[in-house]
């Protein structure tokens, strides 16, 4: 029937463009946000602390939304909301829930920063705190990273004991090893020298018994003819 074969090729146009928009999509990466590698930060009580953001998209951005919130153990708020006009406009920032967070970002450079900076610790405020962007230019399309900040009275010192003596020991062996080498080369220049000398003292010995026995080509002294 021509009608069937007609929505046979139909559909199977329709599943070769699905199959290559799945092959395209991981070429063109979408929205991406990043919280830097470290996934969990300590501050000592009292102090202050950078929590880092940056976003990134290859398709741009226009009027994006972003906001921080808070998740404790008891307590969730947001902390701080803001926008970014486009790639040549600063963050600005509509609300701030706590007088001591502030916006540390610029776009400036193509940074895409939108960090803040929390003042003042104190012990409640160790909890999961969350980063998040909304681009408009991508339909809306959310994205969000966590990091995790842990308050302490003071912040522990880090044993370097253990990589001390693996340096020690790696430095030694490698000492060691050049001295080999150069013991080693010392000893064949001491040999090469000891080789050279017992040559000059067999050509010279050889000369000198020639010479003793008269042999040709030898330097003997010549007696006299006798008179008659």
Same mark, same amino acid.
């Given at each position: 029937?021509?009608?069937?074969?007609?929505?046979?090729?139909?559909?199977?146009?329709?599943?070769?463009?699905?199959?290559?928009?799945?092959?395209?999509?991981?070429?063109?990466?979408?929205?991406?946000?990043?919280?830097?590698?470290?996934?969990?930060?300590?501050?000592?009580?009292?102090?202050?602390?950078?929590?880092?953001?940056?976003?990134?998209?290859?398709?741009?951005? %226009?009027?994006?939304?972003?906001?921080?919130?808070?998740?404790?153990?008891?307590?969730?708020?947001?902390?701080?909301?803001?926008?970014?006009?486009?790639?040549?406009?600063?963050? %600005?920032?509509?609300?701030?829930?706590?007088?001591?967070?502030?916006?540390?970002?610029?776009? $400036?450079?193509?940074?895409?920063?939108?960090?803040?900076?929390?003042?003042?610790?104190?012990?409640?405020?160790?909890?999961?705190?969350?980063?998040?962007?909304?681009?408009?230019?991508?339909?809306?399309?959310?994205?969000?990273?966590?990091?995790?900040?842990?308050?302490?009275?003071?912040?522990?010192?880090?044993?370097?004991?253990?990589?001390?003596?693996?340096?020690?020991?790696?430095?030694?062996?490698?000492?060691?090893?050049?001295?080999?080498?150069?013991?080693?080369?010392?000893?064949?220049?001491?040999?090469?020298?000891?080789?050279?000398?017992? $040559?000059?003292?067999?050509?010279?010995?050889?000369?000198?018994?020639?010479?003793?026995?008269?042999?040709?080509?030898? $330097?003997?002294?010549?007696?006299?003819?006798?008179?008659?």
């Amino acid at each position: 029937m021509p009608g069937a074969g007609h929505r046979g090729a139909a559909r199977a146009r329709w599943l070769g463009a699905a199959l290559l928009g799945l092959l395209l999509l991981p070429v063109s990466l979408p929205l991406e946000v990043s919280v830097g590698k470290a996934t969990t930060i300590y501050a000592i009580n009292g102090s202050e602390v950078l929590l880092p953001c940056t976003f990134s998209s290859c398709f741009g951005f %226009r009027d994006l939304g972003f906001w921080w919130t808070y998740n404790g153990s008891e307590t969730f708020r947001i902390l701080l909301t803001g926008s970014v006009k486009n790639e040549k406009s600063d963050p %600005r920032v509509h609300l701030q829930s706590d007088h001591r967070v502030t916006l540390e970002g610029t776009t $400036k450079d193509k940074m895409n920063n939108i960090s803040i900076l929390l003042r003042d610790l104190d012990f409640s405020d160790t909890g999961k705190y969350t980063c998040h962007v909304k681009n408009p230019k991508e339909k809306d399309l959310q994205h969000h990273a966590d990091i995790f900040l842990q308050v302490v009275d003071k912040l522990e010192e880090v044993d370097n004991t253990v990589t001390f003596i693996i340096l020690a020991v790696v430095g030694g062996v490698i000492g060691l090893l050049v001295f080999i080498l150069l013991v080693k080369k010392l000893i064949a220049f001491i040999l090469k020298k000891t080789q050279e000398k017992k $040559k000059e003292c067999l050509v010279s010995s050889s000369g000198n018994d020639n010479t003793e026995n008269g042999l040709p080509g030898s $330097k003997a002294e010549e007696k006299p003819p006798t008179k008659v």
